[in-house]
């Protein structure tokens, strides 16, 4: 009886073990999905921005243009 009480308090604390492991993964997972979520907000960001350079560079460039084509 008491062998059979030390492995259902041994199996307990393996089950307590495992509880806390999932936890401290998923915690950390939420972490990583969070910080990624941060790094593609900033690449977006940084992207738009390119865009909106690129955008103004041709449209100067076609400006330049149109005064040449006058000729």
Known sequence: MVQLKMAI???SLQ???LTAREEKRVAH?????EEQQNKR???????RKA???L???YSEM???LAKYASF
């Open 62 to 64: 076609e400006k330049e």
């Open 9 to 11: 308090a041994s199996g």
């Open 15 to 17: 089950a307590d073990k």
């Open 55 to 57: 955008k103004e560079q």
């Open 29 to 33: 997972w939420e972490e990583f999905m």
């Open 51 to 53: 865009m909106e350079r």
């Open 41 to 47: 907000a900033d690449v977006d960001e940084e992207h």
